[in-house]
């Protein structure tokens, strides 16, 4: 069996933003509530160990809220992770509590690139400000510099990737992505992944499914897309769960899907570490039954 990503859960189920398609609200708990969890170290090595005795090089620290909020625990995984030689190692945020400086400070920054960091994957809606604010921060006026924020990243040493969820009305049509490419390039943001929302079989949130379900792009539109990247991008790079690498006039671009799994292949998207209790190791977000110890 082949594991692409060994994926981190850190903090809880907080988040400071109001995706109005929040994933972990459509998905099952899996032990994480809205306290940090204690972790047990000794299962989160035996964990990382599996990893990498089946091959898997990238590690990613993720959440089920926004893990930026917890910048103790994320300096805690990545000091861990250092005895096992994972590189990449990627941390996915919103990306606020770094750009306003709280809690994440600058200092913490340099000592998450001491001890690893290496990418920063930042969710986005858009390349307009105030289309991030309408999914991220509709209780506030504005949305954070984005602009700034990379430029900051970068100045820290960071690769930055923009991971961006494509959602009707928003990055939806050839037109759209074409833009969000010209932003990356403009930024010199050296990673660009763009999926389709989507939705689990069954959601313990009826209003966020109902919201996703009526924002999720048509057949029609994901075709027009796939039209535009193949004619545009030079293909660099299949990977086994669907998702497709290119080069669009020099910028990386990742046309991805949210599937965590196909039955019909040895190859599967990620192994995710859950710090419920005594910590479980997993390969679905959706279904608890897909658990390896």
């Known amino acids: 069996m082949k594991y692409n990503l060994f994926s981190i859960v850190a903090g809880s189920e907080v988040c400071n933003a109001r995706c109005p398609f929040c994933v972990s609200k459509m998905t099952p708990p899996n032990g994480i509530g809205a306290k940090e969890p204690e972790v047990d170290w000794r299962r989160f090595k035996q964990a990382a ?22 910048p103790r625990q994320i300096r805690e995984y990545l000091m861990m992770l250092e ?4 590189s990449p190692v990627e941390l996915q945020t919103n990306g606020i509590p770094i750009a306003n400086e709280k809690p994440v400070t600058p ?12 990418t920063i994957a930042l969710s986005v809606v858009h390349y307009e400000p105030e289309k991030n604010r309408q999914i991220y921060l509709p209780h506030q006026k504005k949305y954070i510099d984005l602009p700034a924020l990379i430029a900051r990243l970068h100045d820290k040493g960071f690769t930055v990737r923009l991971s961006c969820t494509m959602l009707k009305n928003f990055i939806d049509s050839p037109d759209r992505l074409r833009e969000l490419i010209d932003f990356c390039r403009e930024h010199k943001v050296e990673q660009l992944t763009a999926r389709p929302v989507a939705k689990p079989q069954h959601s313990r949130d ?15 539109q994901i075709a027009a897309l796939n039209d535009y990247v193949e004619t545009a991008g030079f293909l660099l790079q299949k990977l086994g ?14 046309f991805s899907n949210c599937l965590t799994r196909d039955p019909e292949t040895d190859e599967i998207r990620q192994l995710i570490w859950f710090p419920d209790g005594m910590g479980h190791l997993k390969y679905d977000w959706e279904h608890p039954g897909a658990s390896i110890f």
Not at 206 to 220: I, K
Not at 242 to 252: E, F, H, L, M, S
């Open 49 to 70: 160990q599996f990893a990498r005795n089946h091959g898997v090089s990238t590690a990613m620290i993720t959440s089920k809220g926004e893990p930026t909020l917890f």
């Open 83 to 86: 005895e096992f030689g994972f």
């Open 107 to 118: 200092r913490m920054l340099e000592d998450w690139r001491q001890f690893g960091l290496t």
């Open 206 to 220: 009826e209003a966020v499914y109902t919201w996703t379900q009526g924002h999720e792009l048509s057949n029609s």
């Open 241 to 254: 769960y669907g998702a497709r690498v290119y080069d669009i006039g020099g910028q990386n671009f990742c």
